[in-house]
């Protein structure tokens, strides 16, 4: 005979009590996997960045190393074009003139040769018409070089002849004296560094430009219709950013938030 005491549970309840008592492990098991999954998260983005920061700093110091060993190149061949001219010592414009024309076209990095502004204003240029008033002291090339004893990068400008983006290069002209007699100048091309930057790319879809920091120009990019602009007249925010970075004297990898 079968007897009934009351303890005996129905099946519901059962049910019930074994959902309040797995509610609170299920809720444990979930905030784990979510914490695990923010910890993978935070891990993966980690070493994507670290990647990315390595990848970046071999490309720019690839790139940066290039250009410098260029410019550097062509520096050192207008001091030897300039030692040339100081031996030669001309005894006057029309004979400097001479000399001058032996640069044009002598590398193509700057096909217009060298030319030289003299401390009384005066202009002697191997390819251009000198226009009545032009003064030389007025010039930038020219207020960069006049104190400068080796040949020093001015200002990101267009060339009105070539319609290229050219940077002068300029030093200051010696007599047999010693005395400055003038400023000798070069207008380098742009083209070749735009050329050494286009097949840069950094994670596929990533690249590198080049700005000249004094004056926020760029002076090399895959896009060639950005070289010459002003960064705060680029239409692509990047530029923007990384004017505002310039600016605030920000280095390394900065993220764009602007998207």
Known sequence: MHTYDGLEQSPKRKSSIRAKLLKPLLSAVIIAIVIIAAIVYNNTSSILLSRSKTILNT???????????????NLAELKAERSALEYIAPANNAVMKNYLKSTVKKDGTFPDGMYVGKTDGSLVHPVTTVKAGFDSRERDWYKTGIHAENFTLGPVYKDVNSQQNVVSASGELKNKSGQVIGVTSADISLKTITGM???????????????????????????????????????????????????????????DKSG
């Open 197 to 255: 930057v286009q097949p840069v790319t950094i994670e596929k879809t990533g690249g590198v430009f080049l700005v000249d920091k004094s004056s926020k120009i760029v002076i090399g990019a895959k896009d060639t219709s950005a070289v010459g602009v002003a960064l705060d007249q680029e239409n692509d925010n990047k530029y923007h950013f990384v004017s505002k970075a310039i600016q605030q004297n920000q280095t390394g990898i900065q993220n």
């Open 59 to 73: 490309n720019s110091s690839s790139v940066i190393n290039e250009v410098s060993g260029w410019i550097n190149t």
